[in-house]
């Protein structure tokens, strides 16, 4: 194929050649042949052509195949010219094609050019143009709707990237056939210029140095000049048909044959009538009746044949589809797919359905589509695709949130109604039915949408179902975002670290770390919702101890340390001072007495009545200082850390638990209290 690939080059290199050295009339011959063959060529492969981008080299082509073919009108000139003789092709042309008559091969010669020039490529250029510019127009939405599908869940990845790069090189496709078509244009201009410059020219040359009479100077070259200008023609109308064929194809998945058997033969009905009218234009016309009877003939048959060829076709295709439905359920392949489980998935009742349905108004999936975006800058995790289906058991305005095949969430909606929450102190005023926000379990209202802007101008907060919707899915994906992050997206993350610094993967794995080893780091800090987007730092801290543990939670702990600057900012509101809650000394050491070393690492073995005591006074200063206004952290040791978070997981799992290590030098602290048990 490399080989080949060099053929196109030597083949320009001696277009070039030949607009320079003459050529001997039997080479011109055998290359006025291959013009031919590679015109004709040309044109079939532009009716079987399936879809335009299959035939993108086409622009080039044409480009190529003019320049071969002026090449060829410059050779033939020198030769007609210089010796009244250009080769038994032309000369064939010039006296069996045309009988030897210079007036009818001039005619014919115009027809050819005004066929050419002012019907096919005026229109193929116009086609272009306004495909050209169509396609461009359509690009944004076409981007839109492959990013939608992307969101849905209806393509990959891959299949995105390869969508978007079919409409780019559709793009770039027809803006170059807008240009190409100015070749063809060009030639057929030429082609009127050079017949009758060899017409002008022989006949000065014939009678001036020659010495011929004027009729057999005019004789001799006006056919030479025609036969010349219909050899060179005849290739160039069909790279025109061509040109005009690859410009008005539309994508079919069948090539034009076939389109044109199915698409114009594929009514029986009509060519009845066409028969019927056949028939009685030989019967009340002069036009004799010998002479329309076998076409209105043909046709019927047609006919008949096609609407049994249908019939038949319709039943195979039923049967076969019955056949492949019986065949897909019994084959293992379908078995794996009904075990296959989703990351993500929104299920909901009927009456859910217009959020989600763009062609109603309903905008859920382009929210979904900011909120996997926002996540990815929050957390550093990207969420994979939110399959979204209907479930005809959920009651009608109800929805759930599944991870992985199990449900996390549910929430029921009211239609018509907007969820209200108060600022913190309730109006009377604002009446409506008690419910809790599902994103946080807050107390608030199903209120009517008169009541909606009252509402608003008491401070409530007023969402309507979409955003609702958005916020509880949002919280959803934060809350279990470690459940997301599994070997193959870990590895897809350090791949993308890879392609900006490749050394410090290198050096961290395989030498040092798995893969697997580096997914339990990352799911610990996304448990506690520490962001993973600075992946980088997170690896090279990773390099630093991996050599002397393999602990995942150790590792962690190092990790957040080197985080400090970022974590303090995720605990801080604004420019407050962090409310941090802490334990007395005799609470850390009465924790401590408990830790104890074993096969799987440092454990802490709480007595249940202590933990207990432990949670109650916690959540007392957490309380106190929310009726305050202001958000609390747990500052304890880093020994401890890691071990206190885990019990207090259940009781208060919103609560951040920080090392003293973690946080910011420059971070102002005030105290929120200290637990004493």
Request: glycine fraction near 6%; charge should be neutral; hydrophobic fraction near 50%.
């Amino acid at each position: 194929m490399k080989r080949l690939a060099l053929l196109p080059m030597i083949g320009i290199i001696g277009v070039i050649a030949m607009l320079v050295i003459p050529i001997p009339p039997g080479l011109l011959d055998f290359l006025l042949i291959i013009n031919l063959a590679i015109a004709l060529t040309i044109l079939l492969v532009a009716m079987m052509t399936q879809e335009t981008l299959q035939f993108s080299v086409f622009p080039s082509l044409l480009l190529i195949t003019t320049l071969f073919r002026l090449a060829l009108n410059v050779s033939s000139t020198r030769l007609i010219l210089t010796s009244g003789y250009a080769g038994h092709v032309i000369e064939t042309f010039g006296n069996f094609v045309i009988g030897g008559n210079p007036v009818v091969g001039i005619i014919v010669f115009i027809i050819l050019i005004i066929i050419q020039y002012i019907v096919i490529t005026r229109g193929a250029e116009r086609v272009a143009e306004v495909a050209a510019r169509f396609t461009l127009d359509a690009m944004p939405g076409k981007q839109i709707s492959i990013d939608a599908d992307l969101n849905s869940g209806l393509i990959t990845d891959v299949e995105a990237r390869q969508r978007r790069k079919n409409i780019e090189q559709e793009a770039d496709f027809y803006g170059a056939m807008d240009g190409a078509s100015k070749f063809v244009k060009g030639d057929a201009i030429a082609a009127m210029i050079i017949v009758a410059v060899n017409i002008l020219g022989g006949f000065i040359i014939g009678m001036a140095q020659q010495g011929l009479n004027f009729n057999t100077a005019l004789s001799t070259y006006t056919v030479l000049s025609v036969g010349d200008g219909l050899v060179s023609q005849i290739p160039a109308l069909l790279l025109s048909t061509a040109t005009g064929l690859i410009v008005t194809r539309s994508a079919s998945g069948s090539d034009l044959g076939v389109d044109i058997l199915v698409q114009v033969f594929s009514f029986p009905k009509m060519l009845y009538i066409v028969s019927a009218v056949i028939m009685i234009l030989g019967i009340f016309t002069p036009i004799q009746i010998w002479v329309t009877a076998p076409v209105a003939i043909l046709l019927v048959i047609a006919a008949r044949r096609m609407a049994s060829s249908r019939k038949r076709d319709e039943a195979m295709a039923k049967k076969s589809a019955e056949a492949e439905k019986t065949k897909s359920t019994k084959s293992p392949e379908s078995m794996y797919s009904l075990i296959q489980v989703e990351p993500v998935e929104f299920e909901f009742g009927y009456s859910v359905v217009p959020l989600a349905d763009a062609t109603q108004g309903g905008d859920l999936l382009e929210r979904v589509a900011l909120i996997r975006r926002q996540i990815a800058l929050d957390l550093g995790i990207v969420v994979p695709m939110i399959r979204f289906r209907d479930n005809i058991q959920l009651r009608p305005n109800e929805y759930i949130i599944a991870i992985k095949g199990s449900e996390v969430a549910r929430y029921e909606l009211m239609p018509g109604h907007y969820l209200a929450m108060s600022p913190g102190i309730a109006d009377p005023s604002i009446v409506g039915i008690p419910t809790k926000e599902p994103a946080f379990s807050l107390p608030a209202e199903w209120i009517s949408e008169s009541m909606r802007d009252q509402a608003l101008l008491k401070g409530y907060t007023v969402v309507d179902a979409p955003s609702l919707i958005a916020t509880h899915l949002t919280e959803v994906l934060r809350r279990h975002a470690y459940e997301l992050i599994g070997r193959q997206e870990t590895k897809a993350l350090i791949d993308a670290v890879k392609e900006r610094q490749p050394v410090l993967v290198e050096e961290l794995i395989p030498s040092l770390m798995t893969i697997g080893e580096v997914q339990k780091v990352l799911a610990n800090l996304l448990l506690e919702r520490v962001s993973i987007r600075d992946l980088p730092t997170i690896l090279e801290t990773l390099s630093d101890f991996a050599a002397t543990t393999k602990d995942a939670d150790i590792l962690t702990e190092y990790v957040r340390q080197r985080l400090s600057r970022q974590i303090t900012s995720q605990v801080r509101t604004g420019s407050d001072a962090i409310c941090a809650i802490t334990f007395s000394q005799g609470t850390e050491r009465r924790i401590q007495e408990h830790m104890s070393a074993t096969d799987r690492g440092v454990q802490l073995a709480l007595d249940p009545r202590i933990a207990q005591q432990l949670i109650k006074g916690i959540s007392d200063h957490v309380s106190r200082l929310s009726s305050l206004g202001k958000t609390s952290v747990l500052l304890v040791s880093p020994v401890l850390r890691a071990h206190i978070r885990r019990v207090l997981a259940r009781g208060l799992p919103d609560l951040s638990v920080l090392s003293y290590a973690e946080l910011d030098p420059d971070a102002p602290i005030e105290s929120g209290g200290v637990v004493n048990i």
